[in-house]
């Protein structure tokens, strides 16, 4: 499906973004990964390399700040230079601080908008402008959330800078569509993932519950099981693909059913 197309993915060293770097090397293609925890992203890289038997050359990893554009310049250019090409960026880098939003602090507020939301339109703006000097179209997938449709309680921050995430893909498919420029995104629900466990921690020290009991609660209801990190990214790839051509500026729920628009 992605047969020799080169893809570059933040926040891949672990839970998500390490799900859709395995799903692009299934998928035939080659995978750079950005992250700012180089020791673990190292470990991610042995353990692709390991698990699916492909060539070192098809895995790069790089360092990766994606709120700062000279860190993204970098990091794309290296992975441009490594692999001659970049024809896919999945924007998956996020963060999250919960707490009710009467307290939340203003700094708290600008962090998770300035890496979830500033961080993707650098990222953006900075993948397209090579491929607008490559003379080629590309295909991009944002991470959004089905938080950012729903608005869940004591994650007021977290949800808006999803939401400006679905509206920032509308709009760059648009602006982007002459450019031959797919855009669109994911809206997840309750991935098997380390920052699933940190949401349950952070409840469970408002409530007193376990967050180890807790966490096994938050599956989609439909589903009865966590979504794993691979079945995001077997998804994403092929929103990367040519044959999701006809999907543009979408926002696709793979939340299990939990949500209905």
């Given at each position: 499906m992605l047969d020799g197309k080169v893809v570059f993915v933040t926040g891949a060293a672990r839970g998500i973004g390490l799900g859709i770097s395995q799903a692009v090397l299934e998928a035939g293609g080659r995978v750079a990964m950005g992250d700012l925890d180089a020791a673990n992203l190292e470990e991610a890289r042995k353990q692709l390399l390991l698990e699916t038997g492909k060539p070192e050359a098809d895995v790069y990893t790089t360092g990766l700040n994606v709120t700062e554009e000279s860190s993204v310049g970098r990091a794309l250019s290296a992975a441009e230079k490594h692999f001659g090409q970049l024809d896919g960026l999945v924007n998956n880098a996020g963060v999250i601080r919960m707490g009710p939003n009467i307290d939340t602090r203003v700094e708290d507020w600008n962090f998770q908008f300035e890496v979830n939301v500033t961080g993707t339109y650098i990222c953006c703006n900075a993948f397209a402008a090579r491929l607008d000097h490559a003379g080629r179209g590309g295909a991009i997938v944002?991470?959004?959330s089905n938080a950012g449709k729903v608005g869940y309680p004591n994650m007021a921050a977290y949800n808006a800078s999803k939401a400006a995430i679905i509206s920032l893909t509308r709009t760059l498919?648009?602006?982007?569509?002459?450019?031959?420029?797919?855009?669109?995104?994911?809206?997840?629900?309750?991935?098997n993932t380390p920052m699933l466990m940190d949401v349950a921690k952070s409840i469970g020290e408002r409530t007193g519950e376990d967050p180890e009991a807790l966490v096994k609660t938050m599956v989609p209801a439909q589903l009865g099981r966590h979504?794993?990190?691979?079945?995001?990214?077997r998804t994403v790839v092929f929103l990367l693909s040519d044959d999701a051509a006809i999907i543009r500026g979408q926002s696709i729920n793979i939340d299990g059913g939990d949500t209905p628009y």
């Open positions: 944002n991470l959004a498919a648009a602006e982007w569509a002459d450019r031959n420029i797919n855009v669109n995104a994911v809206c997840p629900g309750g991935v979504i794993q990190p691979i079945e995001i990214g």
